[in-house]
């Protein structure tokens, strides 16, 4: 118990340290409202334009400059560092909803509309896309760094790809629409609910665990307990506070790219 206390306790001055960065200001969840056909359809247009300065076949590959100091290309609105196909799927985002304001990530890739970003595992590989039209079992996407033949990463637009495939190969889905019926219940690790993981969520799933330590029970209901259990083992632990504030740190913080899959 005194090897656990101690624990905790360098935890929470870690999570305390880190509450002093000027983090990036957070957004309100999502409301339930549904997205209008018209705004969709907006979006949509908004993609299709772009497809005259990125048409089928052209080069865009990791190597591609993306900013006027030939830095990777920065997407402000995920606060992340992007290349080749996460690069252009932000670029395209952008084209349709401005570069201001940030993503909100949702579970279920049947909530997907037009203007959404999907970072799933093909084969070995990770791979983003954008979705252009959800269609009654899949989705027609426009990416980048799509390697034929040649070796080179070139722009391909209309592919269609399965939900199953990207349900069971996810790493996250992100919407930009500030209303949406995206399942945002499911966040991993956004225990207070605000929509974005952070450094207060640590410091929630610490207080709960202290608490089911000493007897009295998390505090926490069903949707709490889900997004709380950070290495989806059905429990909530110390381990979860730890790695909730590992990646409030790499992806929020250092404004990296880390899924929790590469966290676990």
């Not at 830095?71 to 349709?96: H, M, V």
């Not at 209303?179 to 709960?208: H, M, P, Y």
Request: hydrophobic share 40%.
């Amino acid at each position: 118990m005194k090897q656990i206390a101690k624990y905790l306790a360098v935890l929470l001055c870690a999570v305390m340290t880190l509450s002093a960065f000027s983090a990036p200001e957070r957004q309100n969840s999502l409301s339930a409202a549904a997205v209008t056909v018209s705004e969709e359809q907006a979006v949509y247009q908004k993609l299709l334009a772009m497809k005259s300065q990125y048409p089928d076949g052209r080069q865009f590959d990791n190597n591609t400059p993306y900013s006027l100091q030939s830095n990777p290309y920065t997407w402000e609105a995920a606060r992340q560092r992007t290349a080749g196909c996460a690069a252009f799927a932000a670029i395209l985002s952008d084209a349709a909803f401005g570069t201001s304001g940030s993503v909100k990530e949702f579970a279920n890739v049947r909530d997907a509309r037009a203007g959404d970003v999907l970072r799933y595992y093909a084969g070995s590989n990770q791979h983003s896309v954008i979705v252009l039209r959800r269609l009654s079992d899949s989705v027609e996407v426009a990416e980048a760094n799509v390697v034929g033949s040649d070796r080179i990463g070139r722009v391909k637009w209309g592919r269609t790809i399965s939900f199953t495939e990207l349900q069971n190969n996810k790493i996250y889905f992100y919407t930009r629409y500030t209303e949406s019926s995206a399942a945002v219940s499911g966040l991993r690790g956004d225990v207070d609910g605000s929509g974005q993981v952070s450094v207060e969520d640590a410091q929630i799933v610490l207080k709960a665990y202290t608490r089911k330590v000493s007897g009295q029970g998390t505090g926490f209901d069903d949707t709490q307990t889900k997004r709380a259990d950070a290495d989806l083992n059905g429990q909530i632990s110390v381990e979860d506070a730890q790695l909730i504030l590992l990646y409030y740190t790499r992806n929020v913080v250092s404004q990296q790219n880390v899924p929790w899959e590469k966290l676990i």
